[in-house]
Structures are given as structure tokens and as C-alpha cells.
């Protein structure tokens, strides 16, 4: 501890770790994701269309696992459904409890309607276990038809067009959370939910340029160009906005220069020097905005554009969660007296160490592998193109 005759007793310690860097990390991969998707269903984005159906099941799969971190971070998790049963008006977690389980329930019911007619299918088909799965799915059909068809596209298109807002809650609802804290300077500013929800849609699209590009890979099937480079276009838009954003933050408290700027500012250049400086502003803004800017040019090759846009995405993924560590970690290292800084070391083992963070992360991944045995993540052309 750094300046302890200046740090309180409540300050001696980081109370939020690495399970609450997680928590929104995650949740910004859900919205990304399903906005993603509805450019596809809503606003009919056809080049996009190879990616469609794998952003939405992606959302579902990561939304489950969304709250994992907090049950873990939790000392009696089970106590998280009181929230529920005895829901508070002025609570914001019992807000987003409501608004988890709505989004959640939208997410399910429209993979089931983009899904239904293959589910329909294998029902007749498939026999043994897998064929009674797939005919509880169908709930008791076994005929799709035109009229049917057309009222799932309706309704596809109508919970997507809900689901957008939805999503902007969802993750501008953890920056929220943050902006509402008065007490920490760092995380008390409007543009707080703003700049998560940005980074959400930053981190969805790289997130899913990087497991197209990946599954492709695995299931020896080439890319489609034209998809990867219109999400490329799309990734290096979001980026300029997040990156602005943040930095337009950090300019505004600079230039306000208020009492708690000088821990501010050695917070950034001292205790958050790598992270910050070097992760999140060099390695996981600059050079992704540079990769980027390379790969959506008009006439690149193929064969050059799609590992420039892998590589600038999985950059992009560290710095979001750079992001997030960076918030939510480095707002609890200086004291409210604005004199001492707090230290933290970084556990590898336990329930808010290294491991269990990988767990969680490989949780969702899990989960996607076996929705794509379950159902056809990729349309007949997508499979048959190598």
C-alpha cells in the first residue's frame, strides 16, 4: 500500500476484481452481437447474411453465462433471486434483473423462430434421442408452410427491432451502474454508459470476425470476403466512436483540472502506465485503427484482408477488456482522499483468480460448440463454398 496514512479503511482493499472486469465484458459481447444480427433482419443487410444466424446464437450463448461472474464474486449467489422476489423500484440491479430476464427471453424465442423450420425438419428425420429433442423443440409440428414462414419473419423482424433498444439498455445499464457512483471521479461521468455501450459494439463485431473466421477455418470452408470486409467497415467505425469517446472523457477531465486530477492523472501515467497507456490507447486502439484501415481498402486482397481484420480483432477484444480492467479495477486503486493508491495483486487460483476468470470465458465458447451441433449455424451455400 502506497501513501497508507492516507487511505481509509474502507480504501485498503480492491472489493471488485477481475469477476466484475468480466461481468460487463461479457454483456458487451451479447449486444454487439445481436446488433449484428439485426443489421441482417431488420435493416436487410444481405452481405452480411453468411453471419447472421452464428451473431444471434452467439448472443444467446454468451447472454446465458452473462451474470456467472457475479453469482462467483458472491458469497451466497443464491441470495441473487431475492432481487427478484422482492424487486425495489429505486434498485438498479433489480432493474437489471428484469431487463436481463426479458432480453433473455427475446433471445430465446427468436433463435427458436430463425431456427424452426430446421428444427421442424430434423424432428420428421432424426431419430433416437436427438430425434425426441428436436420434436420437443418443434412443440408437437411437423409442416411448415408458406403462411407460417411469413408470420416468422414477421415476428423475427419485429423482436429484433425490440431487441436493438434492448441491447443499448442492457450494456449502457453497466456504465450506469459505474457513472452513478459520485464518490470515484473515475467512474462518475455522464458519457460513462455511452462509452460501454460503444465498446459493447466494438467488442461484438471483432468477436464475431474472429470465431467466422475461426469456425471457417476449422470447418475448411473460405470466408466470405465481401461479409468480413463489410464487418470490418463496421468494426473500424464503432472503433473511431469508442476511441473518441474515451478520449474525449479523459481531454474533459483534464481540462477541468479539478482537486481529484492530480491522483487522476498519476493514476494513468503511474499505476495504469501499461494498461492503459501501452494496451488499451497503443496495442489495442492504434494499431487495430491502422489494421483496419488497411483491410477495408477497395482493392485488397482478399487473402490479406481476412488476417488483417482477424489480427486487428483480436486486439480489439484485449482492449476492450483493457477497458474494462482499466474502470473497474483501476477506479478502486486510489484512495477517496485522493493521496494514497492501493495495491493489488492479481490471484491466479481461487474464485476470483486467473482460472476461474478462463472458466468463464470458456463457459460461453462451450456452449456455442453445442448449439452448432444442435442446430445449422451455416445456410446450404455457406457449407458447400471452399
Not at 451441433?373 to 463454398?385: M, N, Y
Request: positive net charge.
Amino acid at each position: 500500500m502506497d501513501g497508507s496514512s492516507f487511505v481509509f479503511p474502507n480504501d485498503s482493499h480492491v472489493a471488485w476484481s477481475i469477476m466484475i472486469v468480466l461481468y460487463p465484458y461479457i454483456t458487451g459481447l451479447v449486444a454487439g452481437a445481436f446488433i449484428v444480427s439485426s443489421l441482417y433482419h431488420v435493416f436487410h443487410q444481405e452481405v452480411l447474411r453468411p453471419v447472421a444466424r452464428l451473431a444471434l446464437v452467439k448472443a444467446l450463448c454468451f447472454c446465458a453465462f452473462a451474470t456467472v461472474p457475479l453469482l462467483l464474486h458472491l458469497h451466497h449467489p443464491e441470495r441473487a433471486f431475492n432481487i427478484m422476489i422482492t424487486p425495489s423500484a429505486t434498485s438498479a440491479m433489480s432493474g437489471f434483473g428484469i431487463i436481463y430476464s426479458l432480453y433473455m427471453l427475446l433471445l430465446v424465442v427468436e433463435v427458436w423462430l430463425v431456427f424452426r423450420a430446421d428444427i421442424v425438419a430434423r424432428a420428421r428425420s432424426a431419430r433416437g434421442p436427438s430425434g425426441l429433442l428436436y420434436r420437443i423443440l418443434s412443440f408437437g409440428d411437423r409442416e411448415i408452410t408458406k403462411e407460417s414462414q411469413a408470420a416468422d419473419a414477421w415476428l423475427i423482424r419485429a423482436l429484433s427491432i425490440v431487441g436493438i433498444p434492448a441491447a443499448c439498455v442492457l450494456h449502457g445499464y453497466v456504465g450506469f451502474l459505474f457513472g452513478a457512483v459520485k464518490a470515484n471521479p473515475w467512474w462518475s461521468t455522464a458519457l460513462m454508459p455511452v462509452i460501454f455501450l460503444a465498446s459493447a459494439v466494438v467488442s461484438g463485431i471483432a468477436a464475431l470476425i474472429v470465431l467466422y473466421l475461426f469456425m471457417s477455418w476449422r470447418r475448411n470452408v473460405t470466408p466470405d470476403a465481401a461479409c468480413v470486409r463489410s464487418l470490418s467497415r463496421y468494426l473500424w467505425s464503432s472503433l473511431i466512436i469508442a476511441v473518441s469517446l474515451e478520449m474525449l472523457e479523459l481531454v474533459h477531465m483534464a481540462y477541468e483540472a479539478g482537486a481529484e486530477w492530480h491522483v487522476l492523472s498519476t493514476l494513468l501515467t503511474e499505476r495504469l502506465a501499461v494498461s492503459y497507456g501501452v494496451v488499451q490507447v497503443l496495442i489495442g486502439s492504434l494499431c487495430p485503427f491502422v489494421l483496419l484501415l488497411l483491410a477495408i481498402h477497395p482493392r485488397r486482397n482478399p487473402k490479406m484482408m481476412m488476417p488483417l481484420s482477424g489480427l486487428a480483432s483480436v486486439l480489439i477484444l484485449v482492449q476492450v477488456f483493457a477497458m474494462r480492467w482499466n474502470v473497474v479495477v483501476g477506479g478502486q486503486l486510489f484512495s477517496k482522499s485522493f493521496r494514497g493508491f492501493v495495491e493489488f495483486p492479481l490471484s491466479i487460483g481461487g474464485r476470483e483468480g486467473l482460472i476461474a476468470a478462463a472458466v468463464v470465458l470458456t463457459l460461453p465458447l462451450i456452449a456455442l460448440w453445442v448449439a452448432g451441433r444442435l442446430l445449422p449455424l451455416w445456410s446450404a451455400d455457406e457449407s458447400c463454398r471452399t
